[in-house]
Nanobody, 125 residues
Framework: QVQLVESGGGLVQAGGSLRLSCTASGRTVNSMSMGWFRQAPGKEREFVAAITWSSTITSYTDSVKGRFTISRDNAKNTVYLQMNSLTPEDTAVYYC??????????????????WGQGTQVTVSS
């Protein structure tokens, strides 16, 4: 069993930055591909970013490319999402997800095995 706990959300003004953290327990993150997804009110959950278990490949949705960076610290068993130049359109609950078994990362939420509880990000204009 894997538990994922997100932190780092909050309220920020447009143009500001936040760094989200996702700390795993029950399994080491270097054996899991990790993803970040978000869900805004009234919208479906959408892919944001992902990193493979080997950290060799990262992927992003087009709307965050150049602004968001996904990374991992295996020593801390934590994955991060650095978010810069935030806009009100980035307002959502952000979820961390894990795909076990040394599988590749994915943009499809159904490919992930474990999910965190989510952390709220609110960007004011």
């Amino acid at each position: 069993q894997v538990q994922l706990v997100e932190s780092g959300g909050g309220l920020v003004q447009a143009g500001g930055s936040l760094r989200l953290s996702c700390t795993a327990s029950g399994r080491t993150v270097n054996s899991m591909s990790m993803g970040w997804f978000r869900q805004a009110p009234g919208k479906e959950r959408e892919f944001v970013a992902a990193i493979t278990w080997s950290s060799t490949i990262t992927s992003y949705t087009d709307s965050v490319k150049g602004r968001f960076t996904i990374s991992r610290d295996n020593a801390k068993n934590t994955v991060y999402l650095q978010m810069n130049s935030l806009t009100p359109e980035d307002t959502a609950v952000y979820y961390c997800a894990a795909r076990v078994g040394f599988k590749s990362s994915s943009r499809y939420s159904g490919d992930y095995d474990y999910w965190g509880q989510g952390t709220q990000v609110t960007v004011s204009s």
